[in-house]
């Protein structure tokens, strides 16, 4: 395969192959190189050497009713995570001055919940008010199912983007979850999108899946047209159904990254959970082909300080990119003070 040739075609709006996409995930070592450089090709016509870092906020922690399989706040599993009350809206909004501290673009509150509550939502739109009104950051809420009311009120409220993954592929997903089915994730997005949010739809790659799961994927969310996709790698929790599932090889995880911006060359291509143990020593190769990523940990397992994540954009030449879409250098000094809180730990199960 023509890396080269590849990126010249999508950049002139030609939608690759489904051989073409198959042909990347099976990219020889020595063709990494070249292969990375098709994709930042791609990659620069759309978004130059800006990154965007974006922060999670678990808004709403543990024993969700879903029982996603991946899920260490499922309630449904053996060793259930436990539960913590939603958080204020002044926690909220402290969590957001953080994000922007940060110098992130995008601030995301979500809830452990198969959909949100009327007082769980009250809680996200009062925040979202007063965020808006305090600073310039974008804001995603990931509240799980909507109905076009619900998610009126956000829009209203003025969060942007609304998150709600596809996880994996149509055929595989009734392996990974019961309690929902993968077209009812599709239909939340496809409401988000009516109501005039932004879309942000993805997956993990590692669940079991088959390389045509991988591709059915990325396939359906070019046919969703979502405004982000961002690409989780699995860290397969202790007590959840996938327990002991390995991690994705460092180099299949890159080949999967370009996979992705070769089939969504204009969009926001992030590199999300398990980003760390998975890439390890490679992360900053994944800047190539994707143009944001999540800091400072996510919603149940650690990740890389703010700090960490400045120094490895500084010193791979990019530079940030806020929600003014003002483009700034990276600051790892600058960084050292900005304190995020230590990780929330789970409580015990409350039954009635």
């Not at 890396?3 to 990494?32: F, K, M, N, Q, Y």
Request: aromatic share 6%.
């Amino acid at each position: 395969m023509n890396w080269s040739a590849l990126a010249e075609r999508c950049l002139a709006g030609d939608i690759p192959t489904r051989d073409a996409a198959r042909a990347v995930l099976h990219a020889s070592a020595d063709d990494t190189l070249a292969l990375l450089d098709a994709a930042f090709r791609v990659r620069r016509a759309y978004w130059g050497r800006r990154v965007s870092l974006h922060v999670l906020e678990n808004a709403k922690m543990g024993a969700c009713p879903e029982d996603c399989g991946f899920c260490s706040q499922s309630s449904k599993h053996a060793s259930p995570s436990g539960e913590a009350p939603m958080k204020s809206v002044e926690d909220l909004v402290a969590g957001a001055r953080r994000a922007h501290a940060s110098r992130a673009k995008r601030y995301c509150m979500v809830t452990a919940t198969r959909g949100p509550s009327q007082r769980d939502l009250d809680t996200i739109c009062a925040a979202a008010q007063q965020i808006k009104s305090e600073m310039e950051i974008e804001l995603c809420a990931s509240l799980g199912i909507l109905t076009e009311a619900k998610a009126k009120r956000l829009v209203e409220s003025g969060v942007d983007r609304f998150n709600h993954n596809l996880e994996t592929s149509e055929n595989h997903y009734g392996k990974i979850v019961s309690t929902h089915t993968w077209r009812d994730r599709v239909e939340t997005v496809q409401l988000a999108k009516a109501a005039g949010m932004d879309t942000c739809c993805g997956g993990i790659v590692g669940l079991g899946e088959s390389e045509e799961d991988l591709l059915d994927l990325a396939f359906a969310l070019r046919d969703l047209d979502v405004d982000s996709v961002p690409v989780n790698f699995l860290d397969a929790r202790p007590g959840t159904p996938l327990e002991g599932y390995p991690l994705v090889e460092p180099a299949y995880a890159l080949r999967a990254l370009c996979m992705f911006r070769f089939v969504h060359p204009r969009t926001d291509l992030r590199v999300a959970g398990g980003r760390e143990i998975t890439l390890r020593a490679l992360q900053a190769f994944a800047l190539y082909p994707a143009n944001s990523i999540f800091t400072q940990g996510y919603l149940t397992t650690g990740g890389a300080a703010v700090q960490a994540d400045h120094q490895m954009i500084k010193d791979a030449g990019f530079e940030l990119e806020l929600a003014s879409g003002e483009a700034v250098p990276a600051d790892p000094v600058a960084m050292a003070n900005v304190t995020f809180p230590a990780a929330r730990s789970l409580l015990p199960v409350v039954r009635d």
